[in-house]
């Protein structure tokens, strides 16, 4: 079950605007059935796979957005601005890496 | 790779320096969590910025020229400072925390700017008599001020 939770509350984190109707359309679930599993029901490995797929969908579409802008930078701003960002970057990641280490 | 120093480095860095040499005193001195300050210290040591003797941490004596010119470069603590300001703007603007990070872009004439300069002026004769050796690091508050002019500011933009 705490799987299922975390994968709910991930879910929400990633889709905070989403509504019974539109889970259900992107996974294909019932919408009385998403109602279920969002109150706390059991979910199938099916149903706990289909969440998961639109969420891996989402980020993949989200990194590659993220590497294409990422080139796109390269190519245009200064060397200047791009050290910038890249320190930032840098800074940003270390900091995640002491707060999760 | 140049050495790339986080706010959170600098916060125990700065908490270090103030003679809080065992891990209860930074923790003390510093409100944070034992285990993140764990984490940072291992960094410091590594990157060699402390030296660890028994249970005691110390800025690293023989820090070389280089690693000095580093943490003092003006690229890192420009993107330092935008971080911490992005981050309080962000609370004051989500109020999500008591501060008071404000700003207002208005006209003044003349005789206003001059007021304003005074003003700024009388915060920085202020500031400038206080030090922070006095107490915790965690109590330290982190104060901006100035102005600047809209184009000056929107030519910068377009320099960049």
């Known amino acids: 079950?705490?799987?299922?939770?975390?994968?709910?509350?991930?879910?929400?984190?990633?889709?905070?605007?989403?509504?019974?109707?539109?889970?259900?359309?992107?996974?294909?679930?019932?919408?009385?059935?998403?109602?279920?599993?969002?109150?706390?029901?059991?979910?199938?490995?099916?149903?706990?796979?289909?969440?998961?797929?639109?969420?891996s969908a989402s980020d993949n579409i989200k990194i590659q957005e993220f590497i294409n802008l990422s080139k796109k930078c390269t190519s245009n701003l200064s060397e200047r601005v791009l050290n910038d960002l890249y320190t930032q970057m840098r800074l940003l990641l270390k900091t995640k890496y002491l707060v999760t280490n | 790779m140049s050495l790339c120093i986080t706010t959170l480095e600098r916060y125990i860095l700065e908490s270090i320096n103030k003679k809080n040499n065992t891990i209860?005193?930074?923790?003390?001195?510093?409100?944070?969590?034992?285990?993140?300050i764990n984490s940072v210290l291992n960094n410091l040591l590594i990157d060699k910025l402390i030296v660890q003797m028994k249970n005691k941490y110390c800025l690293h004596e023989n820090i070389t020229s280089?690693?000095?010119?580093?943490?003092k470069n003006k690229d890192t603590a420009i993107i330092e400072?935008?971080?911490?300001?992005?981050?309080?703007?962000?609370?004051?603007?989500l109020n999500q925390a008591d501060n008071s990070f404000n700003y207002k872009k208005v006209f003044l004439n003349s005789d206003e700017l001059k007021i304003l300069k005074t003003l700024m002026f009388s915060i920085e004769s202020f500031l400038n008599v206080r030090t922070k050796k006095n107490g915790p690091t965690s109590q330290e508050?982190?104060?901006?001020?100035?102005?600047?002019?809209?184009?000056?500011?929107?030519?910068n933009f377009i320099n960049n």
Not at chain 2, 83 to 93: F, P, T
């Open chain 2, 24 to 36: 209860l005193e930074i923790q003390n001195d510093t409100q944070l969590d034992i285990i993140l």
């Open chain 2, 141 to 155: 508050q982190i104060i901006f001020w100035g102005s600047n002019s809209y184009l000056n500011t929107v030519s």
């Open chain 2, 81 to 93: 400072l935008t971080e911490i300001v992005k981050v309080n703007i962000k609370q004051s603007l």
């Open chain 1, 1 to 55: 079950m705490s799987i299922q939770l975390s994968l709910i509350n991930r879910y929400k984190r990633f889709f905070p605007q989403d509504t019974f109707k539109i889970i259900s359309k992107k996974t294909k679930i019932q919408q009385t059935r998403v109602f279920r599993i969002f109150n706390g029901a059991e979910m199938k490995i099916s149903e706990l796979e289909a969440l998961e797929e639109v969420m």
């Open chain 2, 66 to 71: 280089n690693k000095i010119s580093e943490l």
